[in-house]
């Protein structure tokens, strides 16, 4: 029997059954998923499954039953009808330059479908162009048509909040999907993926029944690997990488649960591991921060920069749906990007108040997430950090030597180039403490040292309070009153009456920063 293989790279169903490659049978809800609705709009990160799902369903609806053999689905499934399917991968169309080359780039992306099914010298738009094609598919099969767009927002994501070609994008695209609705009768079934959720009246134009399935419970888990199917279909593998580690199967488990899951698309639901970053780690036997092997998405730090977000409000943000699950072009801030592509998740819901507790998901978002933000909001280097002054001051606190960290904050803050762009954040933030708060919380961040910062309590809220093994630190910032001074606000405020049942020691520092060199000038502990 041919060994299997992890399927990393591969988002083609059809290829990851004939290839003998590992699959987590979801075809039970890909069944339910097909006749839940008639047109149904599905949002999840990037690299999380969706063009994986999309060709699970062309394959489905092209009635490729032998694929299916041995799957959830074949108890379900009895008639297996075929239909023709207009798969198109929208992908191919992110970073047009011009209104031009989206449009060709569209006509492109249909061009294959004319020449099964034909094309006419005046189908000149887009649009036209699809309307016709499903008009022909379906009279030359004597069926309806299935329509699968993945990846549909992707031209669009380098243009947000560029008003000057935003509109004019918008346009092409509401054009090319008009004929989705117009054609209602000609379609079996529409499925349309992407990161994020742009309002129907503004890209979809006249499609007013698009069913969006992204924070349903019954499909919470449809993309992603839940921990049932980890230690099922890959059992084998855990117990291969804990052998490498030196680890038993349970503790290689744990490792990758906290590295790669913690993913929940709904209240109450299962949490699923990134695929991508759990099949690579599971393939090169290491833990590393695949997701970000690319890079942060640029469209996701232009619009954190374009708002201003506050870095460090990351860790659990108490907020109603409408807060993060709303139309991409309707933000006010950067919450519902910062959700929809997978740096934030739900952790928690509160049933009576419909509140939703969100937080970064894992491990490698943590990292990853400060690792790309490391340059941007403080004018560090982070791999630079990560490796030098960061580990220097993580290990003294480990070690419970708070005196040694500041001393290797003083020094290293001291060396600190002024790099462009370093003193404009400096006075764009709302303090000179919250400066500071910022550059901590990333670089504890960089570490998964679990940090946050305006920690709120019941006489205000505390500057910043770190978790370690065997201790917890408890941080006040000032750069007008001495060190004596914040200490003692420590105590006034009772900021670290909250942790002193926690088991783990307590351990109060207070700081005062220079206010023109701005480096840590005096500390003191209790």
């Not at 092997?293 to 506050?310: A, E, K, Y």
């Amino acid at each position: 029997m041919t060994e299997k293989r992890y399927p990393v790279g591969i988002q083609t169903f059809s290829e990851i059954i004939r290839g003998r490659y590992y699959y987590a049978d979801k075809t039970d809800l890909v069944w339910q998923l097909q006749s839940y609705a008639k047109y149904i709009f599905l949002s999840r990160p990037r690299r999380f499954g969706k063009s994986l799902l999309s060709t699970t369903l062309v394959s489905y609806f092209r009635g490729e039953r032998e694929l299916f053999e041995g799957l959830k689905i074949m108890e379900m499934e009895r008639e297996w009808k075929q239909y023709p399917v207009i798969h198109l991968d929208l992908s191919m169309a992110k970073s047009q330059e011009e209104v031009a080359t989206l449009r060709n780039t569209l006509s492109l992306l249909i061009e294959p479908y004319e020449r099964i099914y034909g094309a006419l010298p005046s189908e000149m738009s887009p649009g036209m162009k699809l309307r016709r094609l499903i008009e022909r598919a379906s009279e030359q099969c004597s069926s309806q048509v299935v329509i699968i767009i993945d990846e549909y927002d992707a031209p669009l994501l380098d243009v947000l909040h560029d008003d000057s070609r935003l509109d004019d994008y918008r346009r092409v695209m509401q054009e090319f999907y008009q004929p989705l609705k117009a054609s209602e009768a000609l379609i079996r079934f529409c499925f349309i993926t992407g990161i994020t959720k742009f309002s129907q009246l503004s890209i979809f134009s006249t499609i007013n029944n698009l069913t969006n399935i992204t924070m349903l419970p019954r499909f919470a888990t449809i993309c992603g690997i839940t921990d049932q199917e980890l230690t099922t279909v890959m059992a084998d593998g855990i117990s291969a990488m804990a052998g490498k580690f030196g680890l038993t199967p349970q503790e290689m488990h744990i490792r990758l649960r906290q590295r790669y899951d913690g993913y929940h698309f709904a209240e109450d639901s299962e949490g699923v591991y990134n695929p991508y970053s759990l099949l690579n780690a599971l393939l090169n036997e290491k833990l590393n921060n695949f997701w970000f092997d690319t890079g942060t998405p640029s469209f996701l730090i232009r619009q954190m920069q374009h708002f201003r977000t506050d870095i460090t409000a990351m860790d659990n943000i108490e907020v109603p749906a409408t807060a993060f699950d709303r139309p991409t072009e309707a933000m006010t801030d950067a919450l519902p990007l910062l959700y929809q592509s997978g740096y934030l998740t739900i952790k928690g819901y509160d049933h009576e108040a419909m509140i939703y507790t969100l937080s970064i998901p894992n491990q490698e978002v943590r990292v990853g997430y400060a690792d790309g933000l490391l340059p941007i909001f403080t004018g560090m280097n982070g791999a630079t950090v990560q490796t030098g002054f960061a580990l220097k001051f993580w290990r003294a606190l480990k070690q419970g030597n708070a005196d040694l960290a500041m001393r290797e904050l003083q020094a290293y803050m001291a060396g600190l180039p002024y790099v462009e762009g370093f003193k404009k954040k400096l006075t764009e933030a709302a303090t000179a403490e919250g400066f500071y708060e910022y550059t901590l919380y990333l670089i504890f961040s960089m570490l998964n040292v679990y940090v946050r910062t305006q920690v709120k309590c019941i006489a205000g809220r505390v500057d910043m309070v770190v978790w370690m093994p065997d201790t917890i630190y408890v941080f006040e910032m000032k750069r007008d009153m001495s060190a004596h001074q914040a200490l003692q606000q420590i105590d006034d405020r009772g900021y670290a009456i909250p942790y002193q049942t926690d088991g783990r020691r307590v351990v109060k520092v207070g700081v005062r920063f220079n206010a023109d060199t701005r480096v840590p000038e005096e500390w003191e502990i209790a």
